[in-house]
């Protein structure tokens, strides 16, 4: 640990004092050891500087702090806290950050800009609102919400004391303190009490303000206004105090200032003709207003002003005749002041003129008597105790007692309108706590000081006592908190001086004596001062003066001048004039001095004569009179003091809150700063004296966490490894650190004495340079040794090269040499080979001939042996094969005998056993139900084929008989036509033949014309096309001339892009401010209703009142859900049912089990029906006799057989019935066993589906094909016995006999007939073993699944309780799939067996018909009695035309069920927008029954009820999204069956049938579209809700990328008093989880069926609220505005759009709203140092505002030394390069109220009315499909 010495080192710089910028900044340039008397230092301009140290107290110079401290928000950040750093802090970042507020400690310190900045607008007020003081930069508005929180959490009154020079902006800080409480409290009704008490404000201005030579508008009096909140914290009521008004201003001015404003404004507006009586002129006219010689400020216009201000009058309830009232005592003030009073000759008395103007419009203003008051202007009264005298007044006493009197009536007109302002904001309401805000004149010196300034400074030492025991009070509760050592901080007591002011004797007590003594002086006065005080160590005499004293405030020494102490203190008035304006005519006049202000005088004003004595003596009426009133009035010194110490008993009640505004110079220069009276108001407001006080304890302060952020760099890897970052940053400290006095360890920080957190400052930087230096040596190291790598590489590359080039030379002559020697050896080879050539050519002739000779001689014998063998082997070859077909032929023989041997053995076996009953016991003893059914179906089949054979037996016989009655007619028919008709027949289908020839060759030709035509066709369009082509050509060229010339035209063009671009912009505003108006107007409906709400309470009778909503439906106790007969279904629906309810409540479903007995029901009717019928048409047909035809017998049998199927069919229905009550009951008995349960819940199964196949399957098919079998069979014997009865008759009148031929080909048609029956038998026998087959399957499949259940059964036992279940999920959700496919499967097969009936049924009335023709032409041709088919007329089922039939006493509950009592939950798994549906469904049959009545209460009972649910659950994002759904689809209903045709473009023709018939429902479509309208802005306002507390900590405080953010000194960052300190702090929220929120919205919406398109609208406007609340506080946040910053908020960007992208918003405009935000990013990131870097900025920040770049280049703060500022040359550069541009937003901060104009586009519904289906959990049997 080094020394404080050893801080003062070479490039050290420090603060040296100097006359003109009161402290320079130098540099050490040479190091200091102590006891040196010379300090050297080098000055910015390099000039250098020998700093004496004087021996004596050895005081060395200010240390200045590190770079990266400098412009802090918080003062006490700073590491050395002195003058010095104060001063230069504030001064970068006023003049350079431009940023007029800074923290120090509590203190606010405010700096007077005189420039009017956008920093107060109403989205600055939501910016802060809910905000800890600390985390956004300094503001007034951070103050305020401090307060108004700490008074929310800790029920305490709070108090914000604004203080500062005349000039400094109190007036302003203070009035925009109070509109953030108006606007953040508001009010708790509609008395608008905020705009009343900001409307106190320019009427406070106007009777209160003037203009000095340092202020426009300088209050010249103080002001404590104390605003009222009720327990819910909304503003009730208002209350103001006023202190010390300074009224000599009311007739005297300085030069170049100005009287109070009103004045300038009722003169700046008498030339309207209301103000025509007050006879007023210009300014310049007056005495009372000319005194400045300057009546106008620049910049103000005061008309315009005076407007304002009866506004605000009115506002605040003033009648017109109190206006009037008020204006004329103002003007009658100005006309006092213009009365000329003349001097006598004597000097002793004066007079007024009778013909005074002026004075005439006073008396006539005022309403006195004017002889009386020129009387009394003159003269005054004396009292004695015996006499009283009329005295005449010199002009000097006259003029004085004259202005003394326009003071008095201002004086009280100023506390009348006060007082009325009081009265107006005043409330019945009880006050539960109240924010005070004190306007008070800061400390005040100037060259001559009289009584004003000494009271001014007498309330800011009682101030700054308070201030410093409230400071001292907060560092040792922040110690006693964090639980570390500490000890009494000395800090300045100025009691001593208060007491001097206010204590007995003391100068207040002195002057209230003399005021008391009849000819008491100032002079007198200063004497006994001189006398009583002179010992005081505040209290001084001046040398030079004997008329004035000296006092030693806290800031300053003062002197003040006595003269004029005891006249001011007095504040004498004459009780003649003061009685002359009691009796005036006027009530408001006579009420000023009327209400106990002014104690009523003893004596009786009797009417003075115009006597011209000097003395006139009068009698008093009684012999005792009492004392004058001016013995008791008190002074205004007293008045003050016990006003004085009022305010500082109420002070000291609340918790108070700093703000102290400086004025930065006297010339009223925007942004201009003078550092000597800047440090004067420094001094005097005590700012200084909080950073003595912060600097004599531990004014560095960090929280563990963020010191271990901060330092770790300076930790070792082995403290890095321990897990608790408390006791690594104290092992740490106590390393660095060995003056354990420097710091402290409390519970949640680390407190450091001043100059520490430099030193750790230093530390780090030395490591990060040292770092850096290491990081250059080794780059620096790398890059040599590239280069040196590069030379070496280019060395070995030239010494390559030229060996290269040597050693191809040298190759090269080698290469020659060897040439030449080549040629040599070939040519000599060249001449040997010759010779050896032709010598061998020789040789080889020979030897060909004698080889060739020698081989043909082999090949001939060769071939004699090849020759031989071929014969041998076929031969031999046709021997075997012969052997071996005897071989193969006996094998087979015998293998067929053994295995048809063994198959016989084995057939009878198996039939054995398939005929045992036993065998099927012993394979399944579970089966046995199954089995009886299974035998008795095949029973029923058995019986079944043995009629089918008997029929078939029967159709033999017929056929028999046929055949021989066909011979028959076939000789006869020979024997009739003989060859002739076999002519005719082969003509005809010659002739046939012909006409179809010449029909293919006239297609054929057709073909040939059509095929020559087309290619016609294609040759003309190939030349259209290439004409086209070529036109196409042209019109290219003529497109490139275009262009040309629309290149020239570009800014014709460019204008009417921008008139579009403009009229969409203006349709976006009206559409917007429509839906403003929609909100302004549902928030209104809303206060209505509350009223209402509140009315109906306040008339409500105790007592049960009986309505709807508490009225039971039926009175049943059962835990069962009701039904009505209207919820039960047919029997699919049921089986559905028990597939969605599952297994574990299918058995215990009463509403299932009364749906299948309802069934039975129907069944039974329908077999009574039929069985009644039946016997009917017995009856009929015994009644009929033999003479019934055979269509009757078929119907009868058809009966009979249908009969028969529906009692056997009842019968099984009953018997599945029992069973399933069976299973009910035992199941209702309480068994939990899960077998029992399957087995109930498979008996359910195989019940309901048995069921469906026997109505369904079994009764279209197997009874249609009986009948038509029976009626077949029937109609073939009838014809059988009609054709042998004619060929009876036909034989026995011809008589021909029979030939041979004919007869053999009847029989062996009969034998063909006989086969073909005999080959349907087989297949019917071989069908019924097919079946057998199916059935021993179907058993052994049953055994098996038995056998697996058993299995799986024995393994779920075995199992845990968690693995039973999961197991049961598995195993269920594997047996429903299964079933669904099944059920699928069998869907598919009767589809296909339904479609094969059609086909069928189709063929057979074909067959029918035919029939019947044949019938028709027989009976036409032989009278035969007619044969006539029975038709039944059955009633066609009436279509459901998607109508709602309800009745109107009804429609309460429908509303209750589909509106009041819906939840999302309730239709989550039905259509979407179900609700909508249904109400339009009914909206449409009262349509249809034209009952506007109807419509009309249903519409307006819907929408009010959509309402009420809305305003129940106006924090329900769900419901909300939910009602959006719905509105917007039953609107879209509305439309798209409203008979528009621009809406029934994509309907479908059923749709379209189903279109409104009568009612043009226009007008509630708007209702609906303004209701959706609400129902999205507050779906709008639940999100925003909801997100607001996540966006600023996911995207701008949460380390998505970890590790990369830094932390810096943030002094007090986060000590706002209205966080819970107890916790690290409130928990943060994570990118992650305000995408998760984001997706939850988006998922929300798409579940309830609400739009795409208003989904994406919605998501539009949350990314634009996470832009503008993200960007608001990057604005408003030094600390966040870092490179490290900017990287995290471009990486959370980008993961935001990545989500857009993942779920296709991207075409929404949503990622178009974040671009302000990815800009500001880029600007955080970029670099900001050159020209060229200014024009990028430009060039990339085209989102982004002027005001908006140039605050984030402003508030841009490096995390570290080695980061640039940037510079205020660049932020310059950048403003002028962007004053040209075009900004279409003039604010700081984006609004985040802002909401994008909502559209709701048209999209048709394609679901059909009258498909959908309406679930019976919703209970609305009440509704009749129609």
């Known amino acids: 640990m080094i020394s404080e010495v050893d801080l003062y080192c070479k490039y050290t710089r420090v603060w040296i004092p100097d006359p003109e910028d009161v402290w320079k900044s130098a540099e050490i340039v040479r190091d200091y050891k102590e006891g040196e008397p010379v300090l050297h230092l080098k000055l910015e301009d390099e000039s250098p500087l020998q700093y004496a140290i004087k021996p004596k107290d050895n005081q060395l110079p200010f240390l200045r702090n590190p770079d990266i401290l400098v412009g802090e928000n918080d003062l006490t950040a700073l590491s050395y806290l002195h003058e010095p750093a104060v001063l230069h802090n504030l001064k970068v970042r006023f003049l350079e950050s431009n940023h007029i507020y800074t923290y120090c400690g509590i203190v606010l310190v405010a700096i007077n800009p005189y420039e009017q900045l956008h920093i107060y607008g109403e989205e600055v007020i939501n910016a802060y609102s809910g905000q800890n003081m600390g985390d956004m930069d300094p503001h007034i508005f951070a103050v305020a919400e401090e307060a108004y929180k700490q008074m929310a959490r800790d029920e305490r009154n709070q108090s914000i004391i604004v203080s500062g020079e005349s000039g400094a902006g109190k007036t302003v800080s203070a009035k925009y303190g109070m509109r953030y409480f108006a606007t953040v409290g508001g009010s708790a009704n509609d008395s608008n009490v905020e705009e009343k008490v900001l409307a106190s404000s320019p009427i406070m201005e106007a009777i209160g303000n003037a203009k000095t030579t340092r202020n426009d508008n300088s209050s010249r009096f103080g002001k404590y206004i104390q605003i009222g909140f009720n327990r819910r914290y909304h503003i009730i009521g208002a209350n103001m105090r006023t202190y010390l008004l300074e009224k000599s201003r009311v007739v005297f001015q300085a030069e170049d200032e100005r009287n109070y404003h009103i004045f300038y404004q009722l003169c700046a507006s008498a030339p309207r003709s209301e103000f025509k009586d007050l006879a007023l002129t210009s300014a310049e006219d007056f005495t009372y207003t000319s005194m400045g010689e300057n009546i106008f400020i620049e910049g103000v216009n005061d008309a315009q002003d005076f407007d304002k201000t009866r506004e605000a009058f009115s506002l605040l309830g003033f009648k017109d005749t109190y206006q009037t009232g008020i204006f004329k005592i103002i003007a009658a003030i100005l006309h006092l002041g213009n009365v000329e009073i003349c001097s006598e000759r004597d000097g002793e008395s004066c007079h007024i003129n009778l013909n005074d103007p002026h004075l005439e419009h006073f008396c006539r203003l005022l309403g006195v008597e004017q002889k009386q008051m020129e009387h009394w202007l003159c003269r005054r009264k004396l009292v004695t105790t015996s006499e009283t005298y009329v005295k005449p007044m010199s002009l000097k006493q006259a003029s004085n007692a004259r202005d003394a009197l326009a003071k008095h009536i201002y004086a009280h007109l100023f506390d009348w309108i006060v007082e009325n302002i009081n009265r107006s904001l005043h409330t019945a309401d009880k006050q539960h706590s109240f924010i005070g805000v004190l306007d008070i004149y800061g400390f005040e010196t100037f060259e001559i000081n009289s009584f004003e300034q000494f009271c001014i400074n007498y309330a800011n030492e009682k101030l700054q006592q308070q201030f410093n025991s409230h400071v001292f009070k907060l560092e040792q509760e922040e110690y006693m908190k964090e639980q570390i050592p500490w000890t009494l901080i000395d800090f300045y007591d100025n009691q001593p001086c208060i007491d001097l002011i206010e204590a007995k004797l003391g100068i207040l007590d002195l002057l209230d004596e003399e005021c008391k003594v009849p000819k008491g002086t100032d002079q007198n006065w200063a004497q006994k001062l001189y006398d009583r005080h002179s010992s005081s160590e505040h209290f001084q005499k001046p040398r030079m003066s004997n008329c004035s004293f000296i006092i030693i405030h806290f800031a300053d020494k003062v002197e003040y001048q006595c003269d004029g102490f005891l006249e001011k203190n007095r504040d004498t008035v004459y009780e003649e004039q003061i009685n002359i304006l009691k009796a005036s005519k006027f009530q408001l006049v006579a009420d000023l001095f009327q209400d106990g202000k002014e104690s009523s005088s003893s004596s009786s004003s009797s009417s003075s004569s115009s006597s011209k004595s000097s003395r006139i003596n009068v009698r008093p009426a009684k012999t005792i009179p009492k004392a004058p009133n001016r013995e008791h009035r008190k002074t205004v010194g007293h008045q003050f003091r016990s006003s004085l110490h009022?305010?500082?008993?109420?002070?000291?009640?609340?918790?108070?809150?700093?703000?102290?505004?400086?004025?930065?110079?006297?010339?009223?220069?925007?942004?201009?700063?003078?550092?000597?009276?800047?440090?004067?108001?420094?001094?005097?407001?005590?700012?200084?004296?909080?950073?003595?006080?912060?600097?004599?304890?531990?004014?560095?302060r960090w929280t563990y966490s963020d010191f271990f952020s901060r330092y770790r760099v300076l930790m070792k890897k082995s403290d890095m490894a321990i897990g608790d970052k408390k006791q690594v940053c104290k092992n740490l400290l106590e390393t660095l650190i060995k003056d354990t006095d420097k710091f402290q360890f409390g519970k949640t920080k680390i407190f450091f004495r001043a100059g520490q957190v430099a030193y750790l400052e230093k530390l780090r930087a030395d490591k990060f340079r040292n770092a850096c230096i290491k990081i250059q040596k080794t780059v620096r190291g790398w890059l040599q040794r590239i280069r040196y790598r590069k030379i070496r590489k280019s060395v070995i590359t030239l010494q390559r090269y030229g060996r290269g080039y040597l050693a191809r030379r040298y190759l090269e002559q080698l290469r020659l040499t060897r040439a030449a020697l080549i040629c040599q050896k070939q040519y000599r080879m060249v001449r040997v080979r010759r010779d050896f050539l032709r010598t061998r050519k020789a040789v080889v002739t020979i030897q060909a001939y004698y080889r060739g000779m020698f081989i043909r001689r082999l090949y001939h014998e060769f071939m004699l042996h090849h020759k031989a063998t071929i014969i041998q082997k076929h031969v031999l070859g046709w021997l075997q094969r012969r052997k071996y077909r005897r071989a193969r032929d006996a094998a087979i023989i015998i293998q067929c005998a053994f295995r048809r041997m063994r198959a016989k053995r084995q057939f009878k076996q198996l039939k054995i056993e398939a005929r045992s009953a036993d065998h099927f016991k012993k394979l399944n003893m579970g089966m046995e139900n199954k089995i009886v059914q299974l035998q008795r179906k095949v029973d029923d089949q058995s019986k079944e084929y043995k009629t089918q054979a008997e029929q078939l037996t029967i159709t033999n016989n017929s056929l028999n008989t046929e055949v021989t009655k066909l011979n028959k007619e076939l000789e006869t028919l020979r024997s009739r036509q003989g060859d002739g008709t076999q002519?005719?027949?082969?003509?005809?289908?010659?002739?046939?033949?012909?006409?179809?020839?010449?029909?293919?060759?006239?297609?054929?030709?057709?073909?040939?014309?059509?095929?020559?035509?087309?290619?016609?066709?294609?040759?003309?369009?190939?030349?259209?096309?290439?004409?086209e082509n070529v036109l196409l050509k042209e019109e290219k060229e003529e497109m490139n001339q275009m262009i040309l010339?629309?290149?020239?035209?570009?800014?014709?063009?460019?204008?009417?892009?921008?008139?579009?671009?403009?009229?969409?912009?203006?349709?976006?505003?009206?559409?917007?401010?429509?839906?403003?108006?929609?909100?302004?107007?549902?928030?209104?409906?809303?206060?209505?209703?509350?009223?209402?709400?509140?009315?109906?309470?306040?008339?409500?009778?105790?007592?049960?009142?009986r309505n709807p909503s508490n009225q039971s439906s039926v009175g049943s106790d059962s835990p069962y859900p009701s039904f009505t007969p209207s919820d039960v279904g047919d029997t699919d629906d049921a089986l559905q049912l028990v597939d969605d309810i599952g297994v574990e409540k299918a058995a215990m479903d009463i509403s299932l089990f009364m749906k299948l007995q309802k069934r039975v029901r129907e069944l039974e009717l329908e077999r009574k029906r039929l069985q009644s019928s039946l016997e009917k048409m017995e009856e009929l047909s015994r009644r009929k006799g033999k003479g019934s035809t055979s269509e009757d017998d078929s119907n009868a049998d058809y009966n009979i057989l249908k009969r028969q199927e529906l009692e056997s069919e009842n019968k099984k229905l009953k018997n599945d019935l029992n069973e399933l009550r069976k299973a009910v009951a035992d199941r209702a008995s309480g068994s939990n066993d899960s077998n029992e349960l399957q087995e109930g819940y498979n008996l359910l199964l195989s019940q309901l589906r048995a069921a469906n196949e026997e109505l369904e399957v079994r009764k279209e098919e197997v009874l249609i094909l009986r009948t038509q079998i029976v009626t077949s069979s029937k109609q073939a014997d009838t014809s059988n016995h009609i054709e042998k009865s004619n060929d009876e008759s036909e034989w026995s009148n011809n008589k021909k006999p029979v030939d041979k031929e004919e007869a053999l080909q009847a029989y062996n048609g009969l034998c063909e007939a006989k086969r073909l029956l005999e080959a349907q038998l087989q297949s019917q026998s071989r069908q019924h073993k097919d079946e057998l087959v199916a059935l021993h399957t179907q058993i052994e499949v049953l055994r098996e699944d038995l056998e697996k259940k058993q299995e799986a059964l024995n393994q779920i036992m075995a199992l845990s309780p968690e693995d039973k279940v999961e197991y049961s999920v598995q195993q269920e959700i594997t047996r429903l799939t299964n079933e669904n496919l099944d059920l699928k499967e069998l869907m598919e097969k009767l589809e296909k067996n339904e479609r094969k009936l059609k086909k069928q049924l189709k063929i057979y009335m074909k067959k029918v018909q035919e029939l019947e023709v044949s019938q028709t032409t027989q009976q036409a041709s032989k009278a035969r009695p007619e044969l006539t088919r029975q038709v039944t007329v059955q009633r066609k089922e009436k279509d459901f035309e998607g109508m709602l039939e309800y009745y109107k006493e009804d429609e309460a509950?429908?509303?209750?069920?589909?509106?009041?009592?819906?939840?999302?939950?309730?239709?989550?798994?039905?259509?979407?927008?179900?609700?909508?549906?249904?109400?339009?469904?009914?909206?449409?049959?009262?349509?249809?029954?034209?009952?506007?009545?109807?419509?009309?209460?249903?519409?307006?009972?819907?929408?009010?009820?959509?309402?009420?649910?809305?305003?129940?659950?106006?924090?329900?994002?769900?419901?909300?999204?939910?009602?959006?759904?719905?509105?917007?689809?039953?609107?879209?209903?509305?439309?798209?069956?409203?008979?528009?045709?621009?809406?029934?473009?994509?309907?479908?023709?059923?749709?379209?049938?189903?279109?409104?018939?009568?009612?043009?429902?226009?007008?509630?479509?708007?209702?609906?579209?303004?209701?959706?309208?609400?129902?999205?802005?507050?779906?709008?306002?639940?999100?925003?809700?909801?997100?607001q507390p996540m966006i600023v900590s996911a995207m701008l405080e949460s380390e998505s990328i970890p590790s990369l953010s830094g932390v810096k000194p943030m002094g007090y960052r986060n000590r706002s008093s209205s966080m819970d300190m107890e916790r690290d702090g409130p928990g943060g929220y994570t990118l992650e989880a305000l995408i998760r929120q984001l997706g939850q919205f988006h998922g929300t919406m798409g579940e309830h069926g609400l739009d795409p398109e208003i989904g994406q609208q919605v998501i539009r406007q949350l990314c634009y609220s996470i832009n503008a609340v993200t960007l608001n506080n990057l604005l408003l946040r030094k600390d966040v505005c870092s490179w490290s910053t900017g990287m995290q908020l471009r990486y959370n960007i980008s993961q935001m759009e990545e989500w857009l992208r993942g779920r296709n918003l991207q075409q929404s405009g949503a990622a178009a709203t974040l671009e302000p935000l990815i800009q500001a990013a880029q600007l955080l990131q970029v670099k900001k140092k050159t020209s060229q870097d200014a024009e990028a900025i430009c060039t990339l920040c085209s989102a982004l505002s002027v005001q908006q770049i140039v605050k984030i280049l402003n508030l841009y703060t490096p995390l570290n030394e080695f980061e640039e500022r940037v510079t205020v040359s660049f932020i310059r550069d950048i403003q002028n390069r962007l004053q040209d541009r075009v900004e279409f937003q003039q604010q700081l901060l984006a609004d985040t109220k802002y909401a994008f104009p909502v559209l709701f586009p048209y999209t048709p519904s394609a679901l059909s009315l009258e498909s959908l289906h309406i679930p019976a959990s919703l209970s609305l049997d009440f509704l009749i499909r129609v």
């Open 1045 to 1105: 010339n629309q290149a020239k035209s570009s800014d014709q063009q460019l204008s009417v892009s921008q008139k579009e671009s403009s009229l969409q912009a203006d349709l976006n505003e009206e559409r917007q401010r429509y839906q403003n108006l929609v909100k302004e107007y549902s928030r209104l409906e809303l206060r209505y209703d509350n009223l209402q709400e509140e009315m109906s309470l306040a008339k409500f009778q105790p007592g049960h009142r």
């Open 1453 to 1587: 509950i429908l509303i209750r069920t589909l509106i009041t009592d819906m939840t999302p939950s309730t239709v989550s798994g039905t259509v979407p927008c179900l609700p909508a549906y249904i109400l339009f469904m009914c909206i449409r049959h009262a349509d249809y029954m034209n009952d506007d009545q109807k419509v009309h209460s249903l519409l307006t009972s819907t929408i009010n009820a959509i309402k009420k649910v809305l305003k129940r659950n106006n924090d329900d994002f769900e419901m909300t999204s939910f009602w959006l759904a719905n509105t917007s689809r039953l609107l879209h209903c509305l439309k798209q069956y409203s008979g528009d045709e621009a809406f029934m473009t994509q309907n479908s023709g059923k749709q379209n049938e189903h279109c409104l018939k009568n009612f043009d429902l226009a007008e509630y479509r708007q209702v609906l579209s303004d209701l959706s309208i609400q129902i999205y802005q507050q779906l709008i306002k639940v999100a925003e809700g909801v997100m």
């Open 983 to 1027: 002519i005719n027949t082969l003509q005809d289908e010659l002739e046939r033949l012909r006409v179809e020839l010449e029909e293919a060759h006239a297609h054929r030709k057709h073909l040939e014309e059509e095929h020559s035509n087309e290619k016609f066709g294609l040759e003309q369009r190939v030349e259209e096309l290439e004409k």
């Open 646 to 700: 009022l305010l500082m008993d109420t002070l000291n009640a609340t918790t108070p809150h700093y703000v102290r505004c400086i004025k930065p110079n006297d010339f009223k220069e925007a942004f201009s700063f003078d550092s000597r009276r800047a440090v004067q108001q420094l001094r005097a407001c005590g700012v200084l004296e909080t950073i003595r006080i912060s600097a004599a304890g531990y004014p560095s």
